[in-house]
């Protein structure tokens, strides 16, 4: 997929209960531009998997085809919480720059996730599943892109 339509799937954070794992709530408050090219909003998600069940907000700012971050704001699961998206061009560098190069056929994507559980059990009970869901849902974008641009 191109580096434009990944970062599609990925910013519509409104989506996301509609093909996350566990996501059982999306919603997306207070849209505004700062600079020239990037947009902060607050986007709500509902989290449940098993005896874990949250609401939390997080403030996410978006470059068009170039990142996608979410910060949590008020995890009552997490004492911090930051995802990071980023975007790259499947080209060589000296290609990346040119305007078309958001829509050549494949990207690179670099997926960061930084989290640290409030409470020790939450950690130690994350420990047998993170990789699992990790890639569940890492799978699930993949399989919305899918499904979206109908490859």
């Known amino acids: 997929f191109s580096q434009a339509q990944v970062y599609n799937v990925v910013s519509n954070v409104e989506q996301y209960k509609d093909f996350v794992p566990y996501c059982t709530h999306s919603h997306v408050y207070g849209s505004h531009q700062i600079g020239n090219n990037t947009t902060v909003f607050d986007g709500e998600l509902g989290v449940g998997f098993k005896m874990f069940e949250e609401k939390y907000m997080s403030r996410v700012t978006c470059e068009p085809h170039r990142y996608v971050q979410a910060i949590s704001k008020d995890a009552e699961l997490f004492k911090e919480l930051v995802t990071t ?40 009970a994350s420990s047998v599943f993170f990789d699992q869901v990790s890639k569940m849902m890492l799978q699930a974008f993949v399989d919305r892109c899918k499904s979206v641009y109908k490859a």
């Open 85 to 124: 998206w980023r975007f790259t061009p499947n080209l060589p560098p000296s290609q990346r720059t040119h305007p078309d190069a958001i829509h050549h056929p494949s990207c690179y994507i670099d997926f960061e996730i930084l989290f640290e559980f409030a409470s020790p059990l939450h950690a130690h």
